[in-house]
């Protein structure tokens, strides 16, 4: 072996010595771990999507006869579509996992949460309504009262969540959350 490839050889083992040594005694900051989720455009996109069938739902139903009878039936077939429509979105967020977000697993709890505290209120409701009875004087005034069911701290929760800073600009990009936007205006 000549000279000359016995240095590069101790001269290369010297680099990878010295690069492998450096490796460990650098101060170098870590990068601040990226969320991993799902992507927040998909995931707002469900959500707005969600709100959409919901209100898709409820103006596709047919205008009841203004009977009390007509009045029950459309109540109730609004609170199907309705819990359906909540029920759908809840386990269609739960398949797509939290939003790529700092703090993804909380927003998530609470959309889930939402929908599905949504859901039951609207279930809890609709029995109530199928209860009544159509020749009861109080009829329309009980009906009206179950009309649109409280929905309470969820509705809160709710309004933290589409202000959430990193969750702002896929409201801004997400196409459904732009038909729902255009639908609440008119």
């Given amino acids: 072996m000549s000279s000359a490839r016995r ?3 101790v001269v290369g083992l010297l680099a990878l010595g010295l690069a492998l040594g450096g490796c460990g005694s650098a101060d170098v900051k870590a990068k601040p771990a990226v969320p991993r989720g799902a992507d927040p455009v998909a995931w ?3 959500f707005c999507g969600g ?5 898709a739902g409820a103006s596709s139903i047919p205008k009841s006869p203004p009977t009390p009878q007509g009045q029950k ?6 609170a199907d579509i309705t819990q359906q429509a909540f029920s759908n979105t809840a386990q269609k967020l739960t ?6 977000i700092t703090d993804g697993k909380r927003v998530q709890d609470t959309a889930v949460g939402f929908f599905t505290t949504a ?12 209860g009544l009875d159509v020749k009861d004087p109080d009829f329309a005034q009980k009906a009206n009262t179950l009309a649109a069911p409280d929905l309470g701290p969820a509705g809160t929760q709710m309004q933290g969540l589409t202000s959430n800073q990193e969750l702002a600009p896929a409201f801004g990009k997400a196409p459904e959350c732009q038909r729902l ?4 205006a008119h």
């Avoid at 398949?95 to 790529?100: A, E, T």
């Avoid at 859901?119 to 199928?130: E, N, P, Y």
């Avoid at 936007?181 to 609440?184: S, V």
């Fill in 119 to 130: 859901a039951a209120t609207v279930g809890s409701q609709r029995v109530k309504v199928a």
């Fill in 181 to 184: 936007g255009a639908t609440a």
């Fill in 51 to 55: 709100l959409g069938d919901v209100i």
């Fill in 44 to 46: 707002v996109g469900l």
């Fill in 95 to 100: 398949q797509l996992g939290p939003p790529g």
């Fill in 73 to 78: 039936d459309g109540l109730l077939n609004l």
């Fill in 7 to 9: 240095r590069v050889g």
